[in-house]
């Protein structure tokens, strides 16, 4: 197995038929190489792959991800897209290994969302979990809406902004600004 970055300029038609394939969005499904480059400008892909150049796993980080918090706004890079092409071998869990070292030598602040039914996941990853997604409030029309995540999973943060992100509350929410 081999560990691969790569931005999406340099990603083959075929790489990104398979990341979409495995993403399985069904919004995206029709989606053109050209617009896929566009649409993901601000992001690089992590994988996986086998000896035959096969994608065994996948990661994106989305470098365009701020936050607001009491009227500060916040960078982070945010981990999304984790999918394994086949389930219970150990591929998710190892491209996480190699993701964690890679950001943390870059020192990129990540973070990263999911439900609960993923904690179990993630936990065996050794990734940090904060129960406050919910207090996550993104744009849906002219109103703020709770995140429809359960958990924040810190990949890569300074003790600071760890304990900012500690600090949310139903009086102290955070904004995801687009």
């Not at 991800?65 to 092409?85: M, N, P, R």
């Not at 389930?87 to 999911?114: A, D, P, Q, S, V």
């Not at 003790?159 to 102290?172: D, M, P, R």
Request: hydrophobic share 35%; charged share 30%; proline share 2%.
């Amino acid at each position: 197995m081999k560990y691969q970055v790569k931005k999406p300029d340099e990603l083959t038609e075929n790489e990104i038929e398979i990341i979409l394939n495995l993403w399985d969005i069904s919004d995206w499904d029709s989606m053109e190489p050209s617009y896929f480059r566009s649409f993901f400008k601000d992001s690089e892909f992590h994988f996986l792959i086998d000896s035959e150049e096969k994608i065994l796993a996948l990661m994106r980080l989305n470098f365009d991800f701020i936050l607001q918090i009491s009227d500060k706004k916040y960078h982070f890079a945010e981990a999304v897209g984790l999918v394994s092409g086949q389930k219970k071998k150990g591929h998710g869990k190892e491209l996480i290994k190699y993701i964690i070292h890679n950001i943390t030598e870059r020192n990129l602040e990540t973070i990263g969302f999911c439900m609960s039914e993923l904690r179990p996941f993630y936990d065996k990853c050794d990734i940090s979990i904060l129960h406050k997604a919910k207090l996550i409030k993104e744009k849906s029309g002219s109103e703020w809406v709770s995140s429809d995540d359960d958990d924040i999973l810190i990949f890569n943060l300074s003790e600071e902004k760890k304990e900012l992100l500690n600090q949310l509350s139903s009086e102290k929410n955070a904004y995801l600004i687009q």
